[in-house]
């Protein structure tokens, strides 16, 4: 049998880290073993969902590198691979259902079932719909009919059945009909079908052979296989992933910092590195190793080392791992993502040349946990007319004021600097007053960023060049002088 997976998120304006985990996951098994990724969107909600939501996904799973085989945007067999776009299809098999004599209408009010609801709690019960209406005359349902009341369609759920699947990741598992509620709806009042039902006819048409999603739909699967075999309809594999929690151990959310994907990509996490840490939320190779790029991710997934216990989120081993991309990034690629950041803060890139600015990311990428950090260690290379920070000017008096004016000195009189004149100027200086120590360096760290702290100088000042070096030493010179920030 060939490996065809699905990824059906609902648009829902964001994309949860565990969706991103199960997309992933569902992809990573479809690479393994040569099978196809389909993706679905189960937009039937028509009202809620809107284009924009949509294209949450696709930009998650681009961004995230997962491409789907089969899909909207892509084409393929088996489609439309929107749900919104089936109702056809849906249609057609409520009517094999209507047939086969398998579903009733119910024309019970809200009121009614909660009711039912309330009475069978009162005795200790399970709630449960008890199947009041599937046994209605057909002058009982059309009086109904004329009272105005629109009716659902529930489906017979068989009696004294228990529904048992081997969960690739839960193990066996066997739940008895008895503990489903009862004849379920397939078709609301507005004629429109459920997702119990449209996942089974999408998933059956479209030849999935594994359903991969998280837990928390466990108690879909056995009214989901029941449906499966009204149909007479080979039944997949499921396997259903662990659930993501934060570190308190509530389900991860947006407390927790965040959630969704498009706010990692946002602060800056690189894509890499992202999709990394999610693979290892519930699965762990068998090797140990951490740190793996897509094709020994592929090569290593096995849904037999998924953990079927919660995955723990923790932020501190994200920001590691994107610190370790971040250190062995391609430099190009790395300012290409960086460049938004600084835009955003307000920096004319255009002015700045390509090739330099990559050697200023290069520079104060260790720095950096996300991307969005960027601007604040860039600043010292891009921005000469800085200003002096408190600390810094406080710390500065004539004396080591006159080491600057000694040092520019010097360095007007070079041809240019680089890294190892700097030092040798910044000895001679030193030399020259008597200066040492902090009494000789920061008045130069101060006098080229206006802060105490920052990159190593020579570094910064072999990219600066001596024009740019020349201009910030006048620059905080005539500010110290004046006492200006
Ligand atoms: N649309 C469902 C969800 O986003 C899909 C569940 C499934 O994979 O069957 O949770």
């Known amino acids: 049998m060939s490996v065809r997976v699905r990824f059906a998120p609902s648009p829902t304006g964001f994309m949860h880290v565990g969706n991103a985990r199960t997309a992933l996951f569902t992809h990573l098994f479809a690479r393994h073993q040569g099978g196809t990724f389909v993706l679905r969107i189960e937009d039937t909600d028509t009202e809620r969902h809107s284009e924009d939501a949509v294209n949450v996904i696709y930009d998650a799973l681009k961004w995230m590198e997962l491409s789907w085989d089969e899909g909207p945007l892509k084409g393929g067999n088996f489609?439309?691979?929107?749900?919104?776009?089936?109702?056809?299809?849906?249609?057609?098999?409520?009517?094999?259902?209507?047939?086969?004599?398998?579903?009733?209408?119910?024309?019970?009010?809200?009121?009614?079932?909660?009711?039912?609801?309330?009475?069978?709690?009162?005795?200790?019960?399970?709630?449960?719909?008890?199947?009041?209406?599937?046994h209605l005359t057909k002058d009982e349902k059309e009086r109904l009919k004329k009272e105005g009341r629109k009716p659902v369609l529930r489906f017979k759920v068989p009696q004294d059945r228990i529904v048992i699947w081997k969960d690739l990741v839960k193990g066996a598992i066997s739940i008895g009909a008895?503990?489903?509620?009862?004849?379920?709806?397939?078709?609301?009042?507005?004629?429109?079908?459920?997702?119990?039902?449209?996942?089974?006819?999408?998933?059956?048409?479209?030849?999935?052979?594994?359903?991969?999603?998280?837990?928390?739909?466990?108690?879909?699967?056995?009214?989901?296989?029941?449906?499966?075999?009204?149909?007479?309809?080979?039944?997949?594999?499921f396997a259903h992933l662990p659930m993501i929690l934060g570190e308190d151990r509530s389900k991860l959310s947006k407390r927790h910092g965040s959630a969704s994907v498009a706010e990692f990509k946002d602060k800056g996490y690189l894509p890499?590195?992202?999709?990394?840490?999610?693979?290892?939320?519930?699965?762990?190779?068998?090797?140990?190793?951490?740190?793996?790029?897509?094709?020994?991710?592929?090569?290593?997934?096995?849904?037999?080392?998924?953990?079927?216990?919660?995955?723990?989120?923790?932020?501190?081993?994200?920001?590691?791992?994107?610190?370790?991309?971040?250190?062995?990034?391609?430099?190009s690629k790395l300012t290409e993502m960086i460049i938004p950041y600084l835009e955003k803060a307000g920096f004319d890139i255009g002015k700045f040349d390509r090739k330099w600015l990559e050697k200023v990311v290069d520079a104060t990428r260790d720095y950096l946990t996300v991307l969005s950090e960027a601007p604040v260690y860039m600043e010292t290379f891009l921005k000469d007319d800085f200003e002096i920070e408190k600390d810094a000017a406080e710390f500065m008096n004539e004396e080591r004021l006159n080491v600057v004016k000694k040092f520019l000195e010097k360095v007007e009189s070079a041809p240019e600097i680089d890294g190892e004149?700097?030092?040798?100027?910044?000895?001679?200086?030193?030399?020259?007053?008597?200066?040492?120590?902090?009494?000789?360096?920061?008045?130069?760290?101060?006098?080229?960023?206006?802060?105490?702290?920052?990159?190593e100088l020579d570094i910064l000042v072999s990219l600066l060049g001596k024009d740019r070096v020349v201009k910030r030493l006048h620059h905080a010179i005539s500010k110290l002088e004046r006492r200006e920030p």
Request: aromatic share 12%.
């Open 79 to 134: 489609g439309p691979y929107r749900q919104s776009e089936r109702t056809d299809i849906y249609k057609e098999y409520i009517e094999i259902l209507k047939e086969k004599g398998l579903v009733y209408e119910c024309f019970c009010s809200k009121e009614e079932l909660d009711n039912m609801r309330q009475e069978q709690l009162k005795k200790g019960l399970p709630p449960k719909y008890t199947g009041k209406c599937r």
């Open 178 to 237: 008895e503990q489903l509620g009862g004849d379920f709806v397939i078709v609301r009042s507005n004629g429109m079908p459920v997702y119990n039902f449209v996942v089974v006819i999408d998933d059956a048409l479209m030849r999935i052979s594994h359903v991969i999603r998280g837990e928390d739909h466990i108690s879909n699967t056995p009214k989901q296989i029941l449906l499966y075999e009204a149909f007479g309809f080979n039944v997949p594999e």
């Open 272 to 331: 890499e590195a992202f999709t990394n840490f999610i693979a290892l939320l519930g699965w762990y190779p068998k090797d140990g190793k951490e740190i793996l790029s897509r094709e020994e991710l592929i090569e290593r997934f096995d849904m037999k080392d998924v953990n079927s216990s919660p995955a723990i989120f923790n932020f501190e081993k994200l920001n590691w791992m994107n610190k370790e991309y971040i250190k062995a990034y391609d430099v």
């Open 421 to 455: 004149l700097f030092k040798k100027i910044v000895k001679e200086t030193g030399k020259e007053l008597g200066a040492k120590g902090k009494n000789l360096f920061m008045p130069i760290r101060i006098a080229l960023t206006g802060k105490m702290k920052g990159v």
